[in-house]
């Protein structure tokens, strides 16, 4: 049956901020929906609070609301909408529990909204466990032993049935938060509180530990005839105990037997039709125990999943597209496979090759943080590797991760012989709890001579992989042994070249350098050749050019067609804080720039979750590590005309002196000028030619340079390595002792580079621009005011468009500046400048702090907020189109205002202070729009999933700077009704002022104190800006605690002024006025955007 | 110590690898199959007499061979290659690695080669005779030797893999072909004299086409595929099966004949080559694929109920659309390439299909073919 004609109009609901476990893959899923449906000629309203994605792009879909989701926003959006069916099972776990919301509160039945995909009550029995469980029973499954509860009484019945240890797991969580093992008592009460107070519905699950088991993901799809498709089996490298987002996976499964695999392949058809998901994908995971064979599924996810969007291109099927196709009525049958063309999408892919992928940590921004990996999700992002066989596939995946490996060892973070090297106890330590790092030391042990099966007895990880990886070592020690390049045979060069072995590790092992390596492999015909990913193992011809490398004889890439450019674009690799989706929204747009200018566009990247990385973004789609040789490789295949190096992040940003070394043109701004951007003597040369001032500085090699350089620039000082995004080990110090300790680490974190000496400047104003330059005139695109104060990282403030606080003339003079910097630099497309504006004596004086020339963090903010597509437009600047020629005369006037917010990851993270500072911290981030700055606020909190409390007991504890600003803040929330409560200073300040308060007792103060009263509920809001930082202050522990019970907590003064006028401002405003972008942009603004 | 293997095709092309399992020199039909899982089925499987069989997935051998999940009693395929041969078993079933399997059965095997470029070498150009030898290096006699070697078209391979003497079968399926809740009613309860009565025939059978026709209720006798239509109806079959089994359908004109006079006797069920002998003997054409469907993921859809099976399948010959007579139609279609995937006699109970329902290797769509089976036998033998 065709596409159904009773349904005119869907909704579609988006994933959000970028949150752990909920990243870009729901860009990429929602992007591919909205392309589907729209090509089907539905109308599409998309409702997403995330600016970063390409999904909320105004040409994506008809009606693109950027607002908060939550269930009366959302509400709000429908009854002005009216649309005919909202397809809930694209936008991760947030976009389900929304739309389940919304059928809870009748909002569905009231507007007569069919849901599409998946039914609520389909969702429902996939989603409780209890249900579930009932499900999985009458199909003759074995599940865990267990109940769900909603007491702790309850759970501690059940842990008396089954026995310690035991999981803990909310309910209605996304990744998994709080789902963890308990092994005694005393950890089973922590964890079962925790839980239930993080699950929406306030119910965990307490079941059987089943740890050590094999792991297993299978990717299901159905249509509305039941026809039912396996897309991609998943072997979980790392066994059950480690949730499947923190396990190094792998495609297809490894180690079962066809009798195994269709046993799984049997029950996950029985899952998806008992459990009754009509049309869509569904991912089931399921475990194995090894000694035995007995299967129990573990859960089901009915609906596209981060390891759907790793199917999706492990495979080349388009899992997204296809469930948006099967959710209007198409069957499977019906629909084409884009790759093979000839073939439908009804048929089960089919790879031969095999894809690693490996998840990223940020463990070094948590420093407070339990580093040790369990059911509960913690990392940040992923990196994915294709390759003809598993140990090419893991070496290319250990390199993409980016962390200064080249591989499994022999590089240079290598501890093996070194004075560092681990002692067999410290391995048998790292191997037998799973933690970042236990990849590394499952080599330490090899090395260490520990057997294939002494490590499984530590790990239970499969002995085919271990093998894997002993196989690794001993080519390893054959070449060490071998002793030089010269002595090294060419078959033996091609094996190591075919174990995924990079040039860099050749390179150590036989002490020399990369370049040589790369040079004699040449010379001998040592070559990367490149595979098509075809979904098909080459039975049938593919015509989606999806490519990666090996050491194979025939190569498949395209030839150049004659008379057309080839532009290359180098991604920003696996998201990490600092660097995620919003550079994968520039690369894409690069590629969007390109193809509309007809130059063929070359993508180059290695992170699954990414729309860069679907097949249709870009011409050709590399899926490689980011490392120099690969980017090489790809060059000396392809021989492009120019490559793209400001779009990834900082990622291909390192890449470019290399690169540049190579003869390999590099668009757009010159890498010396990048460079010199970096450089601190010709920056300040530039500002003093500009006639720009920036805060007193100084650069260190040394710990005694770095104090005589603080003597000169004084205290406050802000140290910070240089080459490094993301504020990593960038901090305010505001002694001798302090400046010490963050120096020292700081060198650790610049790898050879200097650490930079500036002084603070206390209570600035931040202000971020972003502008575009083609050599002959500069467009800014947007001046960004940050809400928080100078001091907290860029990419951690909330900040606004057009300034909401700073006078014209102090704007003016900022765009001036951005000008003239452009200019007198010679940037040719994006550039980004930090500001502080300091009130001094009485006038404004603005401070440059740092100009990158590339992509920042904040364009696509930008772009949303002003409706000019300014990656684009650098794009086409970059291959040559000027912007007169783009007709883009003058710089966008915002005709609203939009605030940014970011979002953290802190509940993940149980115990760390959440204060903001220099070192970024967030994950994602939210927009709220508006006419007004108060309500743009509001929606910007709401979406950040601050609630702001409209009536009850807010807590007050500001530090000492802070104190002029507390009575008029105290006193606007009293007029409101507020009560307030406060630790003494602040009660002190607000009684002296007469402003009602009920004084609390500090944690040190005894019981009951302010902790207590956070526990029993009694505080609906904290604002309490530091005077100390650290999870064991008393004030770190409030905040901590804030985190836990899930209370708000505002921990900068400017932040919480803003809150306060936005409560006001919702005091007002009754329901939350909803715009779609299409309405706030002229038609012009947008007709450019295409 | 690394042992070095070739294959050379009749076109030219040489591939230079790694030897594994036994030493020797081959010749065959240079195929592929494309399943991620199941070696050891494919392997053993009769219907690759005559073949050197290439596995699309690089990774092979990782779970080591064990004594149950086999088709046969040895493998019968004349090579076999691969991208990478595991050097260990891991799988608490597994009894011994790849390799020792397959130098105790004298199969020769070849690692270490781009299995994709040969791959797309027989998709572009087509199925090619080639010869795989450890023993001779010279690239330019192996290619002769390709060219001198045989190949499918015209033999007859059934002879080399047909059981010498009839057997009754008595072997149920694997505990591990199904979930533990929907395992089949357990056929031992029904006293075998009480039972329907199959006879199939054996031109190289898949051992769980048996397995299938015992767990479903019925009685089993496996007889050889040479033998004549008066010796099966001797056994008095209320069913006749007719199995898959190697190579080219034309040259079997003892089969074709046997069933021509088997058609309107009893209900008749056939798979692959089965499914082509009874199109043959109802007086449809073969013709020989570019090159052949192998593997587990074909998408096959009924055209009666318009669901669709994903199937395992194992053929070079297909029967030709054009030349399908009038008693027959098609009820099966591959929806890759629109070829006839099964067909069935408009008035007698007879019918077959291409692909393989037994599975093994692949997936377990199409079981319900060995149900309609049983009850069309059931039904034939209480009429």
């Not at chain 1, 159905?222 to 059950?240: G, H, T, W």
Request: glycine share 8%; proline share 5%.
């Amino acid at each position: 049956m065709p596409r159904r004609d009773d349904i005119r109009k869907i909704m579609l609901i988006g994933s959000g901020p970028i949150v752990i476990g909920q990243a870009c893959e729901f860009d990429y899923s929602g992007t591919q929906a909205c392309k589907a449906l729209r090509e089907e000629g539905y109308e599409v309203v998309l409702v997403n609070s995330n600016p970063a994605t390409i999904m909320t792009d105004p040409n994506m879909a008809d009606r693109t609301y950027i607002e908060p989701l939550r269930w009366d926003v959302v509400a709000e959006i429908l009854r002005r909408e009216r649309p005919d069916a909202l397809l809930p099972t694209l936008g991760g776990q947030t976009g389900l529990n929304l739309a389940m919301d919304l059928h809870h509160q009748g909002v569905l039945e009231e507007l007569g909204v069919e849901m599409i995909g998946a039914r609520a009550d389909v969702i429902a029995k996939a989603e409780q466990r209890e249900l579930f469980k009932e499900a999985m029973e009458r199909i003759g499954l074995e599940v865990c032993r267990g109940r769900t509860v909603r007491s702790l009484e309850d759970a501690r019945r059940v842990a008396d049935e089954i026995g310690l240890p035991c999981v803990v797991r909310p309910s209605f969580t996304l990744g998994g938060t709080g789902s963890s093992v308990a092994y005694n008592r005393e950890e089973f009460d922590a964890l079962v509180s925790r839980g239930l107070k993080e699950s929406p519905v306030h119910e965990v699950l307490v079941e059987e530990s089943i740890h050590g088991w094999k792991e297993f993901e299978m990717e299901v799809m159905r249509d509305a005839d039941d026809n039912v498709v396996i897309i991609c089996s998943i072997e979980n490298f790392d066994p059950m105990g480690v949730h499947t987002g923190d396990s190094i996976t792998v495609a297809p499964a490894q180690t079962l037997t066809d009798k195994e695999y269709q046993r799984m392949r049997d029950a996950s058809l029985a899952v998806i039709r008992e459990i009754g998901v009509e049309t869509g994908g569904s991912n089931i995971q399921f475990a194995i125990d090894p000694r035995t064979g007995r299967m129990i599924v573990i859960e089901m996810n009915p609906r596209v999943s981060r390891s759907s969007a790793l199917a999706s291109k492990a495979t080349g099927f388009p899992i997204a597209k296809i469930a948006a196709k099967l959710a209007v009525g198409y069957r499977l049958h019906e629909l084409p496979n884009d790759i093979t063309r000839e073939t439908r999408a009804c048929f089960e892919p089919t790879i031969d090759y095999v894809v690693t992928k490996i998840p990223r940590f940020a463990f070094e921004k948590f420093p407070e943080a339990d580093a040790t990996l369990t059911t509960q999700m913690k990392s940040v992002g992923e990196t994915m590797a294709i390759g003809r066989t598993f140990k090419e596939s893991f070496q290319k995946a250990l390199r993409g991760l980016e962390v200064g490996s080249f591989g499994f060892g022999c590089d240079g973070k290598d501890l093996w012989g070194t004075p560092q090297q681990p002692s067999e106890e410290e391995i048998r330590a790292k191997l037998a709890t799973p933690n970042a790092e236990r990849v590394w030391y499952l080599r330490y042990a090899l090395k260490s001579g520990m057997s294939v099966d002494q490590i499984y007895e530590l790990t239970h990880i499969d002995p085919w992989f271990l093998d894997n990886l002993a196989e690794l070592v001993e080519m390893e020690d054959r070449l060490r042994a071998a002793g030089s390049l010269d002595a090294v045979d060419d078959a033996q060069l091609r094996e190591a070249k075919q174990f995924g072995f990079s040039d860099r590790q050749l390179a150590t092992l036989f002490c020399t350098t990369e370049q040589e390596v790369r040079a004699e492999r040449k010379r001998r015909g040592v070559v990367a050749t490149f595979k098509a990913v075809d979904t098909c193992a080459a039975e049938f011809e593919a015509y989606t050019p999806y490519y990666y490398s090996t050491y194979e004889e025939e190569d498949e890439t395209p030839a150049k067609q004659p008379g057309r450019r080839r532009i290359m674009i180098l991604g920003g690799g696996p998201n990490r804080i600092g660097q995620g989706i919003e550079f994968d929204y520039c690369c894409c747009h690069a590629s969007f720039a390109l193809r509309e200018m007809g130059i063929e566009s070359v993508m180059v990247n290695s992170n699954p979750e990414t729309v860069s990385t679907d097949y249709d973004t870009s011409d050709l789609l590399f899926f490689e590590p980011l490392t120099a040789e690969d980017v090489m490789n790809i060059y000396d295949r392809l021989q492009p005309d120019g490559v793209i190096v400001q779009f990834g992040g900082q990622t291909p940003l390192n890449l470019a002196r290399a690169l540049e070394t190579h003869g390999v043109p590099i668009l757009g701004t010159s890498v010396d000028t990048i460079e010199d951007a970096e450089d601190r003597e010709k920056f300040q040369q530039l500002l003093r030619r500009v006639g720009l001032k920036q805060p007193a500085n100084g650069i260190a090699r040394t710990m005694a340079q770095a104090r005589s350089e603080a003597d000169k620039v004084g205290f406050p000082a802000l140290v910070r390595p240089s080459f490094v995004l993301g504020g990593r080990a960038m901090e305010i110090c505001y002694d001798t002792v302090q400046l010490e300790r963050f120096v020292a680490e700081a060198f650790v974190v610049a790898q050879g580079q200097p650490v930079l000496i500036d002084r603070f400047l206390e209570d600035a104003t931040e202000v971020d621009v972003d502008a575009v330059c083609d050599g002959q005139r500069v467009v800014v695109c947007g001046v960004m005011e940050h809400i928080e104060e100078a001091g907290v990282h860029s990419g951690d403030s909330a900040c606004c468009i057009p300034p909401y606080s700073l006078p014209g003339p102090v704007v003016e003079e900022i765009k001036e500046a951005t000008r003239r910097l452009a200019m007198q630099m010679g940037v040719r497309g994006l550039m980004n400048v930090q500001y502080a504006v300091k009130k001094e004596d009485g006038r404004f004086n603005v401070y440059v702090l740092e100009v990158n020339p590339r992509a920042s963090r904040t364009v696509p903010f930008v772009a949303k907020a002003t409706g000019l597509p300014l990656a684009k437009v650098a794009a086409k600047v970059m291959a040559g189109v000027s912007l007169a020629e783009q007709g883009i005369d003058r710089d966008p006037i915002p005709s609203h205002v939009s605030v940014k917010e970011s979002v953290f990851p802190f509940s993940r993270f149980a115990g760390v202070d959440i204060v903001l500072g220099p070192e970024m911290r967030s994950t994602g981030e939210v927009m709220g729009i508006s006419e007004r700055f108060s309500i743009a606020f509001a929606k910007s909190q709401l979406a950040a999933g601050v609630v702001l409390p409209q009536e009850g007991t807010i807590f007050l504890s500001v530090a000492r700077r802070g104190k002029p600003h507390v009575v008029e803040l105290g006193r606007r929330l009293v007029a409101m009704g507020y009560r307030l409560v406060a630790t003494e200073g602040t009660a002190r300040a607000l009684e002296e002022a007469g402003i009602a308060v009920s004084r609390v007792k500090k944690i040190q103060e005894g019981n009951p104190n302010m902790l207590d009263y956070l526990i029993d509920g009694r505080i609906q809001l904290i604002i309490n800006t530091p005077s100390g930082k650290g999870a064991r202050t008393d004030e770190g522990r409030i905040r901590a605690a804030a985190v836990a019970y899930g209370v708000p907590c505002i921990t900068t003064m400017e932040a919480a002024l803003a809150a306060v006028r936005a409560m006001e401002a919702l005091r007002e405003e009754s329901t939350m006025h909803v715009q779609p972008v299409q309405d706030r942009f002229p038609k012009k603004t947008l007709a450019e955007a295409e | 110590m690394k042992r070095v293997a070739k294959l050379a095709l009749e076109d030219g092309t040489v591939f230079t690898g790694m030897a594994f399992g036994a030493d020797g020199e081959v010749d065959g039909e240079v195929c592929f199959n494309t399943s991620m899982t199941g070696y050891q089925e494919i392997l053993t499987d009769p219907s690759y007499r005559g073949q050197i069989v290439t596995m699309t997935y690089p990774e092979i051998g990782n779970y080591g061979v064990n004594d149950e999940d086999v088709e046969s009693p040895r493998p019968f395929l004349s090579g076999f290659v691969v991208r990478e041969a595991s050097r260990i078993a891991s799988n608490f079933r597994a009894q011994q690695r790849l390799d020792e399997y397959l130098h105790r059965h004298g199969i020769v095997g070849l690692a270490g080669i781009d299995t994709r470029a040969l791959v797309r070498r027989i998709r572009i150009h087509g199925a090619m005779k080639g010869v795989l030898s450890t023993q001779d290096t010279d690239e330019r006699r192996l290619v002769e030797k390709a060219k001198a070697s045989p190949g499918l078209i015209g033999r007859d391979l059934v002879r080399e893999v047909v059981p010498q003497e009839p057997r009754t079968w008595d072997e149920p399926l694997s505990p591990w072909a199904h979930l533990s809740g929907d395992a089949p009613a357990d056929a031992n309860t029904i006293p075998p004299d009480q039972r329907p009565h199959i006879v199939a025939l054996d031109f190289g059978m898949k051992w769980n086409i048996a397995r299938h026709l015992f767990t479903s209720g019925a009685r089993v006798t496996v007889v050889p595929g040479t033998m004549s239509a008066d010796d099966v109806l001797r056994y008095e079959p209320d069913g006749v099966f007719l199995s898959n089994g190697p190579g080219d359908p034309e040259p079997l004109d003892y089969a074709i004949e046997t069933i021509r006079r088997l058609v309107d006797r009893c209900p008749i069920f056939g798979i692959c080559l089965g499914h082509q002998l009874l199109s043959l003997a109802c007086g449809a054409r073969s013709f020989k694929l570019k090159f052949g469907h192998r593997g587990a993921n074909q998408p096959v859809m009924n055209l009666k109920t318009k669901r669709v099976e994903i199937t395992s399948q194992n053929h070079g010959f297909a029967i030709d659309a054009d030349s399908l007579p009038d008693v027959l139609e098609v009820t099966h279609i591959n929806l890759n390439d629109e070829t006839i995937e099964g067909v069935r006699h408009r008035e007698l109970p007879v019918y077959s299909v291409q692909y393989h329902p037994e599975a093994s290797a692949g997936p377990h769509d199409s079981e319900y073919l060995f149900g309609e089976f049983f009850r069309a036998v059931s039904q034939a033998r209480q009429a």
